[in-house]
């Protein structure tokens, strides 16, 4: 019997042991700057969270945007193994196919991000994502999920009230979707990376920014030189992919795929309501005089956000037909929308 107990205590500290060696460390590059309210609250939150769900074999480590590689270049850095997946926003990627635009920001097509990131899970987002992977990088890359965290407070250092006000206006946006509404407005829109934005704003670069949620702008002080927010948001919801390598994903096992999973679909929840939260207590602060010296926030009327998207329809519509990939994603998009009661 003792023989039995010592040989089945040295297996356990064998298999222990083995275990401990065999920690997978996820290393992302995410799109959001450091010192934002999102990144922050990943890394304090629901980082030691992966870990604790999985006794340690798996690890992630969240890095800001252009801390790796070139924002634009975190598919070829996965897909190469130099990371081992990206949080990154899906619109830096419309110069590779227009189907990330699409994907990347329906600019004015959902109410709330709950309804975004269920397009994603549950209409058909994730397929075609993934598909758009597979044509570039064939075999190397698995989607995990996809979707906003926040609807996004545009910043401005000049009032915009209504769509004709857009006109002559400089401003940062992403290519693709994003870039052609704000050119159809009369705006000028350009690619700023967003850890850039400040100086851009700053500097009168441009004169208006598609930048975060309204809590991400305030951490990182566009609110005190862009004093003319809109919030609530009036066009925006930028998605981040949470993509892995796929030796990475193979790897890690069933169930190791089915915690990441988890984890990612129940942080990114949370990381929604949190960020909700925080806008609003923030905007209260700002509309009562008490927090940011000098802002006036814009709420649109109705009116100027029903002519706003009357215009994005038209762009997303002849985006659509630029790529086989594009219309996939037109289509799942209008079909989900119809579905939830957006369209007719």
Do not use: C
């Not at 922050?40 to 480590?61: C, F, H, Q, R, S």
């Not at 037909?321 to 939830?340: N, V």
């Amino acid at each position: 019997m003792k023989r039995y107990l010592v040989g089945a205590v040295a297996a356990v500290a064998i298999t222990v042991a083995g275990a401990a060696h065999a920690q997978t460390v996820i290393k992302l590059q995410t799109a959001n700057a450091a010192g934002s309210f999102s990144l922050n609250y990943l890394n304090k939150n629901w980082v030691p969270k992966l870990e604790a769900m999985t006794y340690g074999n798996l690890k992630i480590d969240i890095r800001p945007s252009k801390s790796v590689v070139p924002h634009r270049e975190t598919p070829q850095a996965v897909a190469a193994g130099i990371l081992q997946g990206d949080l990154n926003a899906v619109a830096y990627f419309a110069g590779r196919d227009p189907v990330f635009g699409i994907l990347g920001d329906l600019i004015a097509g959902y109410d709330t991000p709950a309804q975004k990131q269920m397009f994603f899970r549950f209409g058909g987002g994730n397929e075609v994502l993934q598909k758009a992977w597979d044509k570039h990088f064939p075999g190397k890359m698995h989607v995990v999920g996809a979707g906003p965290f926040a609807k996004e407070a545009f910043v401005s250092t000049t009032p915009i009230r209504t769509v004709a006000e857009f006109k002559g206006l400089k401003l940062r946006s992403p290519e693709g979707m994003a870039a052609e509404v704000f050119r159809r407005v009369g705006a000028a829109p350009t690619s700023i990376p967003f850890p850039e934005l400040y100086t851009a704003l700053e500097k009168k670069v441009v004169d208006a920014a598609d930048a975060s949620s309204y809590t991400n702008n305030h951490a990182l002080g566009f609110n005190k030189i862009a004093k003319y927010p809109l919030y609530p948001g009036i066009h925006s919801m930028a998605v981040l992919q949470f993509v892995i390598n796929q030796k990475v994903w193979d790897k890690i096992g069933a169930n190791g795929q089915a915690a990441l999973e988890t984890w990612y679909y129940a942080a990114w929840t949370d990381m929604t309501r949190a960020t909700d939260l925080q806008d609003r207590k923030l905007v209260a602060a700002d509309r009562a005089g008490t927090g940011t010296k000098g802002i006036t926030i814009i709420d649109w009327a109705q009116e100027e956000r029903d002519k706003f998207r009357q215009i994005a329809r038209g762009a997303w519509e002849d985006v659509g037909k630029q790529s086989p990939l594009a219309k996939d994603a037109y289509d799942a998009h209008i079909a989900f929308m119809k579905t939830m009661g957006l369209l007719k």
